[in-house]
């Protein structure tokens, strides 16, 4: 497959380095060049430096022949624009976002795009650990969340 | 009519003001505490802290009775997600965005938002209405200042466009010399017609500048 990667933080960097472990295409854009030291060595993939909400950027990446696209960076809304433009533009069949934010990835998850909230992921497999002693499937809480607090 | 603006950088905040004394009920979201303060201290109540992206807060700031939301910070991702949140959650009537990149323009209406507002753009066009008149650029003078080379760019309102030079009823002591086209220098004949965004070189002595001006502009 090819795959298109906004954003070399832990989580980008992490998840280019394991498809390119199972012999997958992919890209990793990111504005700071420094931040690609977190693929290590080992990592042969492609590296883009630039600002992941500019279409042209995205054009360099491959994110036109992109079977999956994946916006990991810092900021929600950087992460949501991308992905619209991936899923709108560029018509990537698979576009996800990692948003911390419950309620905007509810709401962008109903718009079409794969929403990751690590917010609600993390503490409801926290709270299941700490409540029966056993980890949890890695689920999506995002559910439960919005039913106790909206 | 009530509006939200949400941004308290200079757009925002004479935004603000203007509606404000047009006497419309306006308030301004502004998510930095330190700016938040400077704000206040002159708008009073009309400004509040908050993030204008979230829901809670958006409901706090009244959107559900907004009759326009305008985004005005300096990120197109946050406006964007602004606008989107206020007619997801609140079907607010009308959906402003500050556009900083002109390019996100087509994006943004076909995401849904209402009307873009991007101050490059219209910075640029007026701009280019000064300069497309006919601007003369001097590029060197010659004989102590007696003569200079000047550079006269070629824009779509000029009244020469699609002219041959010989149509040009150009004043003495003034002689082309060149054409820079498409950044290839063009030695032009009577018959060389001029184009948009050519560059005209001429010779000209300076006492007759402001005639060869005014055949550009």
């Known amino acids: 497959m090819n795959i298109v990667i906004l954003g070399c933080g832990r989580v980008g960097s992490t998840f280019a380095r394991l498809m390119y472990h199972d012999s997958h295409t992919v890209t990793v854009v990111d504005i700071q060049s420094e931040s690609f030291r977190r693929l290590g060595i080992r990592f042969k993939g492609n590296r883009i430096i630039g600002n992941g909400i500019d279409e042209d950027v995205l054009k360099r990446a491959g994110v036109e022949n992109a079977d999956v696209f994946f916006a990991a960076t810092q900021g929600d809304n950087r992460n949501i624009m991308a992905a619209q433009i991936a899923q709108h533009i560029f018509k990537v069949p ?45 689920k999506d809480y995002s559910q439960e969340y919005l039913e106790q607090n909206v | 009519m009530y509006i939200i603006i949400v941004g308290g950088g200079n757009i925002g905040y004479f935004l603000a003001k203007q509606l404000c004394a047009a006497r419309h009920e306006v308030l301004l979201l502004e998510k930095d505490r330190a700016r938040y303060r ?25 959107f559900g009775r907004a009759d326009s939301v305008v985004a005005a910070t300096g990120s197109d991702d946050d406006n964007l997600v602004v606008c989107q949140m206020a007619k997801m959650e ?16 087509k994006l943004f209406h076909k995401l849904g938002i209402d009307a873009t507002v991007s101050s490059t753009k219209i910075i640029y066009n007026l701009i280019e209405q ?29 009244p ?12 003495e002591e003034a002689l082309i010399i060149s054409i820079i086209r498409d950044d290839h220098a063009v030695l032009p004949s009577g018959e060389t017609m001029l184009m948009l965004h050519d560059s005209v070189i001429a010779l000209v002595n300076a006492d007759r500048e402001p005639e060869l001006r005014n055949v550009f502009a």
């Open chain 2, 160 to 171: 020469v466009l699609n002219k041959e030079i010989r149509e040009l009823n150009l004043p």
């Open chain 1, 94 to 138: 698979k576009v996800i976002a990692r948003i911390y934010d419950p309620i905007r990835a509810d709401r962008y998850r109903q718009l079409g795009i794969i929403t990751l909230c690590t917010t609600t992921i993390a503490s409801g497999l926290l709270r299941d650990y700490v409540t029966t002693n056993e980890w949890g499937l890695a």
């Open chain 2, 90 to 105: 609140f079907n607010v009537p009308r959906t402003i965005s500050r556009v900083n990149d002109p390019r996100n323009e």
């Open chain 2, 130 to 158: 000064e300069v497309g008149g006919g601007e003369m650029i001097p590029l060197a003078a010659l004989n102590r200042g007696n003569i200079e080379i000047v550079e006269i760019e070629i824009g779509t309102k000029s």
């Open chain 2, 38 to 62: 400077i704000l206040a201290e002159e708008l009073g109540e009309v400004v509040m802290q908050g993030d204008g992206c979230q829901a809670d807060q958006q409901l706090e700031a009244g």
